[in-house]
């Protein structure tokens, strides 16, 4: 874990995001601020996802994946991509089939790749690790529709059954990146969503214009404030519902388990604005301490 500090990335800052969980999980944590001190006078600053990667003497070391400007989709480890791949990469996130890229010369391994949305990484999963459920949402899925699953292929479901009992159709997939199946959209939204959705205030709380951005980006915002119908204060975390497109709300130990289980993201934006208000105060209470006095040397 102290590792992380190369990267201006605490322990207790990493816990905090949730990104502990994740890690040990075998996945990626949700982009982090990343500041690499080059001297005392100047820093490298930008954001990235982590992952463990396992050394040679059986240790394990962050691995940083850093924001890049778009995804290289000419080739991968010698597979050339065809136009209907880079479609595939740029629309759904996923290539659709299995590739055998070359890591090690002479060495060829199947795997089903996708795009890592937050970061513009490539991100491979070994086909053969791949686990095709035989129901989904209340649909039994044929041998065909499993095998093409298996493969990479998406396969349409239609009349499945979300949490809340409503019927919903849509594309079923699997995300390298994710290490499981996603479901997607037409037009790259998710069932029940519209930009007609109202976020600006939720049970009569007013919310800030980063909250309103963080909640169209997935992730889980913290809310205070908030009064039951006993004239009782509470608060939580919200988030936006994938099938309903509504707020929903959950309290705290339910925000930490679904945290936990990866079926949730943190509000970046508030751990981001946590972090310079941190750095702000430890700088200000360095200026404040007074250097200790020299008592010379002791002959």
Same mark, same amino acid.
């Given at each position: 874990w102290k590792e992380f500090d190369k990267f201006g990335i605490s322990f207790d800052f990493l816990k905090k995001s949730g990104g502990t969980e994740k890690l040990l999980d075998n996945k990626k944590t949700a982009l982090l601020p990343v500041s690499i001190k080059l001297d005392e006078n100047s820093a490298i600053k930008t954001d990235a996802r982590f992952s463990l990667k396992k050394l040679s003497d059986g240790r394990f070391a962050p691995s940083a994946h850093c924001i890049r400007k778009e995804a290289d989709l000419r080739d991968y480890f010698g597979v050339k991509f065809t136009e209907e791949d880079r479609q595939n990469l740029l629309e759904t996130g996923n290539l659709g089939r299995i590739i055998t890229p070359e890591y090690s010369k002479g060495e060829k391994t199947p795997v089903l790749l996708s795009v890592d949305k937050l970061t513009n990484e490539l991100v491979a999963f070994r086909s053969e690790k791949v686990a095709v459920p035989q129901n989904v949402k209340g649909i039994e899925l044929t041998e065909n529709q499993q095998l093409d699953l298996s493969q990479g292929k998406a396969v349409f479901?239609?009349?499945?059954?979300?949490?809340?009992?409503?019927?919903?159709?849509?594309?079923?997939?699997?995300?390298?990146?994710?290490?499981?199946?996603?479901?997607?959209?037409?037009?790259?939204?998710?069932?029940?969503?519209?930009?007609?959705?109202?976020?600006?205030?939720?049970? +009569? /709380?007013?919310?800030?214009?980063?909250? &309103? =951005?963080?909640? @169209?980006?997935?992730?889980?915002? $913290?809310?205070? *404030?908030?009064?039951?119908?006993?004239?009782?204060?509470?608060?939580?975390?919200?988030?936006?519902?994938?099938?309903?497109?509504?707020?929903?709300?959950?309290?705290?130990?339910?925000?930490?388990?679904?945290?936990?289980?990866?079926?949730?993201?943190?509000?970046?934006?508030?751990?981001?604005?946590? +972090? /310079?208000?941190?750095?702000?105060?430890? &700088? =200000?209470?360095? @200026?404040?301490?007074?250097?200790? $006095?020299?008592? *010379?040397?002791?002959?």
């Open positions: 479901l239609e009349n499945m059954t979300s949490k809340e009992g409503n019927p919903f159709s849509a594309l079923f997939q699997f995300n390298a990146d994710k290490r499981g199946f996603e479901f997607i959209y037409d037009n790259g939204q998710k069932q029940g969503q519209n930009s007609e959705v109202d976020l600006s205030s939720f049970r +009569k /709380k007013p919310l800030s214009e980063e909250q &309103q =951005a963080s909640l @169209k980006e997935g992730m889980a915002v $913290k809310i205070n *404030g908030l009064t039951d119908k006993n004239g009782k204060g509470y608060g939580g975390y919200i988030v936006l519902n994938k099938d309903t497109g509504k707020i929903d709300f959950m309290f705290p130990q339910h925000y930490e388990k679904a945290l936990s289980e990866g079926k949730i993201k943190p509000d970046t934006r508030k751990i981001q604005e946590d +972090k /310079k208000q941190e750095d702000k105060q430890e &700088q =200000a209470q360095k @200026k404040t301490e007074k250097p200790k $006095k020299s008592k *010379g040397m002791k002959m």
